[in-house]
């Protein structure tokens, strides 16, 4: 048999450790998983009430239109039902987007190091990855701008950026958009959107109809906590929207996911508290890099990148021994750094805690 070669060299996705798995090899009785960017408060408590009334229709096939869940972020967004697709996480809204639009006689631009699964899906489809360096932890764009030629088809944007945390201000955003050519898709991805305070962080959604090469992706794994139940979506262009449809299969949110969806939507209270709890997590962490003079790129999501200055994996395994479980930078482009989620205000205190003994005992040696 023979798989598409493009497929060969490619590893799985490599996540972050799961919790039963630390306790059970290194016998640890708690374990605090600060590795994935998930919400450490959970979910709306509103959530887990509308997942109940859906148990008694488990038998019956998810609304395929996600009809309901449409119409509520439609009117969250104030844009049209038509212009949104719904995947199973962004993550499918990515690999629909790269299914429908690269083949191997097209070329798609990113910013590298940023989040893994553009390349990932363009790598698949066969087409070329013009990747540009990130410069101090920001998008190059201009540097992107240069490599997108008459075969391109996707430029990504990831804002604010996993895993450096650097988000791309209004004016450099709408300066950018204007210069690419409209045979460019430009794909926003905004999944750490709900966790943004800067003022100047752009309102691409109101840019919409103004360009029509342009799609936002936004997701509810990271701020409203359902990362398990796999829902995200995309909004752009009503006829883009229309014929990327064919591309998705046909019940890929749940209703399990779509009711917890919609019931999260309407909990915005629960959001705010949660992004104000974030900001105050950060300054924990702002305060530590500052005390043990370590480099840090601000951030506008819910995780940190820390530069140790050591390999980011023996922060990674020194972690682990204590029952945290972080990123290591190694595997995100950039070895010697590590990337934390933000947890409450006890788990950071803790692994905060745990790192100040290291680097005081290290200082001793
Ligand atoms: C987490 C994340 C996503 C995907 O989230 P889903 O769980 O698939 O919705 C997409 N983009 C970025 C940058 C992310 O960090």
């Not at 990855?129 to 932890?137: D, K, S, T």
């Not at 190059?140 to 604010?160: A, K, S, Y």
């Not at 690419?180 to 943004?196: T, W």
Request: aromatic share 10%; charged share 25%; net charge negative.
């Amino acid at each position: 048999m023979q798989i598409k070669q493009q497929l060969i060299p490619l590893k799985p996705y490599e996540p972050g450790k799961p919790i039963e798995e630390v306790q059970r090899e290194l016998g640890l009785e708690k374990v605090v998983k600060l590795a994935s960017n998930e919400n450490p408060f959970g979910c709306s408590e509103k959530v887990k009430q509308a997942i109940q009334e859906q148990l008694n229709a488990l038998h019956i096939y998810p609304d395929g239109y996600a009809f309901q869940i449409r119409e509520k972020v439609a009117q969250h967004l104030n844009v049209d039902k038509d212009q949104l697709i719904f995947g199973n996480g962004t993550d499918e809204v990515i690999l629909i987007l790269c299914r429908a639009m690269l083949s191997s006689d097209t070329n798609t631009v990113m910013a590298t190091p940023s989040f893994s699964q553009y390349k990932h899906n363009a790598l698949i489809e066969g087409a070329e990855i013009r990747e540009v360096p990130l410069m101090n932890g920001e998008h190059d764009l201009d540097g992107m701008l240069t490599q997108i030629d008459e075969n391109t088809r996707i430029v990504w944007v990831c804002n604010p950026n996993n895993p450096s945390g650097n988000y791309i201000d209004k004016e450099r955003f709408l300066s950018f958009l204007q210069n690419v050519p409209k045979h460019v898709l430009v794909v926003s991805d905004e999944a750490y959107f709900e966790y943004v305070v800067a003022e100047d962080y752009p309102d691409t959604i109101s840019l919409l109809n103004e360009y029509r090469n342009l799609m936002v992706l936004r997701t509810f794994s990271k701020a409203y906590g359902l990362a398990a139940l796999r829902i995200g979506y995309g909004v752009g262009n009503p006829n883009l929207i229309k014929s990327l449809d064919p591309a998705r299969p046909p019940f890929n949110t749940s209703t399990l996911a779509q009711a917890a969806a919609l019931a999260a939507l309407d909990d915005q209270e629960y959001i705010q508290d949660c992004r104000k709890k974030n900001r105050e997590g950060l300054e924990q962490f702002y305060a530590f890099c500052s005390k043990y003079k370590l480099d840090y790129y601000p951030t506008q999501a819910n995780f940190i990148l820390i530069d140790f200055k050591r390999k980011g994996n023996e922060v990674f395994q020194y972690l682990l021994k204590n029952g945290y479980i972080v990123r290591s930078g190694e595997a995100l482009g950039f070895p010697t750094s590590a990337r934390i989620t933000v947890g409450n205000q006890e788990e950071n205190q803790g692994i905060i805690d745990c790192l100040s003994q290291w680097l005081e005992n290290e200082e001793r040696d």
